[in-house]
């Protein structure tokens, strides 16, 4: 696993891009998808680069480092690891996660962990996923049971999802879902988040988000991809958890 401690409370996380074989059955489950989600360890390490050259401080980040033909980190342990050996390194990689997630809160009182992955189902778009339902989403239900278990203390869940407090506004080049009060995803698969967000916010009361990415976009656009999530995760960042520092400080 490649992971480093940050300076800023944000986490980067990649799960599904890691390129070591292992001596192991491929994964056989039911509903096991084994291949990777290309690009997206890069896009990551541009997305710190711009936000260093930025504010001068870089994101924890955390890596698999193992392919997902053999592991899956983003499943429980008992579906996402069949076999002793994929078994350790999946308690290896969430065990580092965890003391990240813990040393962010520690230092900075608080923890954003942005979970990057990538789809062949869509094109074209980035999605945000807040661990509740395309129904809930597209018809504003129970959006104050996000992953978003931090900032909903403070915020209104709707702006934090659809408006000026959400992570999508400070897009503009890319179509981004959830974004505005009107959305139109159609017949779209909607990736709603899984084990990392869901797991991680509720056990810390952190603030995660999943993030899907088209792969055209990953492939074609990761420059220009990169400073946009950069500049609007800054955004993000400045617009909903400074204002709560100044008022506690």
């Known amino acids: 696993m ?3 401690y940050g300076q800023i409370p944000i986490i980067l996380c990649c799960s599904h ?5 292992l001596d192991i059955p491929i994964r056989s489950g039911k ?17 710190i680069d711009q936000i260093y050259k930025t504010i001068g401080v870089k994101p924890y980040y955390i890596y698999n480092t193992v392919h997902r033909k053999y592991l899956d980190l983003n499943r429980a342990c008992n579906v996402g690891a069949e076999t002793k050996i994929s078994k350790k390194y999946w308690d290896e990689f969430h065990t580092i996660l965890s003391d990240l997630i813990e040393h962010c809160i520690e230092r900075h009182k608080h923890c954003l962990l942005l979970d990057l ?14 661990g509740i339902s395309k129904k809930c989403v597209l018809n504003y239900k129970d959006l104050d049971k996000s992953t978003l278990k931090n900032l909903n203390q403070f915020y209104d869940p709707k702006s934090l999802i659809y408006m000026e407090n959400s992570l999508s506004f400070g897009f503009r080049q890319f179509d981004v879902f959830p974004k505005s009060i009107i959305n139109k995803l159609g017949t ?3 990736y709603d988040g899984g084990y990392i967000i869901k797991t991680y916010s509720e056990k810390y009361n952190i603030d995660s988000i999943q993030i899907e990415i088209s792969k055209n976009l990953r492939k074609e656009n990761l420059e220009q991809l990169s400073t ?22």
């Open 31 to 47: 509903n096991s998808i084994i291949k990777n989600d290309q690009y997206t360890v890069p896009l990551s390490n541009n997305i």
């Open 228 to 249: 946009e999530f950069a500049k609007s995760i800054i955004l993000f960042y400045f617009i909903n958890y400074y204002p709560i520092f100044l008022k506690n400080n």
């Open 117 to 130: 992955h990538g789809n062949n189902q869509t094109e074209n778009s980035i999605q945000l996923g807040y």
């Open 188 to 190: 779209q698969l909607y």
């Open 17 to 21: 891009n890691g390129k070591l074989k």
């Open 2 to 4: 490649k992971y480093f």
